[in-house]
């Protein structure tokens, strides 16, 4: 289980990274949230609909711990990051909370937050 909860945590980074977003909708739970590190909530649509007005240049996760409990697994990850929002450069660096949940078909990404670190 481990593995596979691994390997989804990186396929969900190169997908975020690359704005896959079919991978990525592939990914959500149809119920997914993201609350970002102001704040603010988007669901899938929201999340997905993003990529029209953000690109990630580069992407990287470290200090990555999965924990499970029965049919959700916790990811917590240090994520750094250059992106462009709307034509603006940011630089940032955010602790990342994911949590995965094991439904009928198969484990899907439920929930992600993300507490500013302050920047590179």
């Known amino acids: 289980m481990l593995g596979d909860i691994q390997r989804l945590a990186r396929a969900f980074d190169e997908a975020e990274s690359s704005g896959d977003t079919e991978s990525l909708?592939?990914?959500l739970a149809d119920d997914f949230r993201s609350i970002g590190e102001q704040g603010y909530v988007l669901d899938k649509a929201q999340w997905?609909?993003?990529f029209g007005e953000f690109a990630y240049e580069s992407l990287?996760?470290?200090d990555v711990e999965v924990s499970f409990y029965g049919h959700a697994a916790i990811v917590r990850c240090v994520q750094?990051?250059?992106?462009?929002w709307r034509g603006q450069a940011m630089t940032l660096t955010v602790r990342v909370g994911q949590t995965w949940v094991e439904l009928p078909e198969g484990w899907?990404?439920?929930?992600l937050q993300f507490s500013s670190l302050g920047s590179d």
């Open 80 to 84: 750094r990051s250059r992106s462009r």
């Open 60 to 62: 990287e996760s470290s």
């Open 25 to 27: 909708s592939r990914l």
């Open 48 to 50: 997905l609909g993003k």
């Open 108 to 111: 899907r990404l439920a929930g």
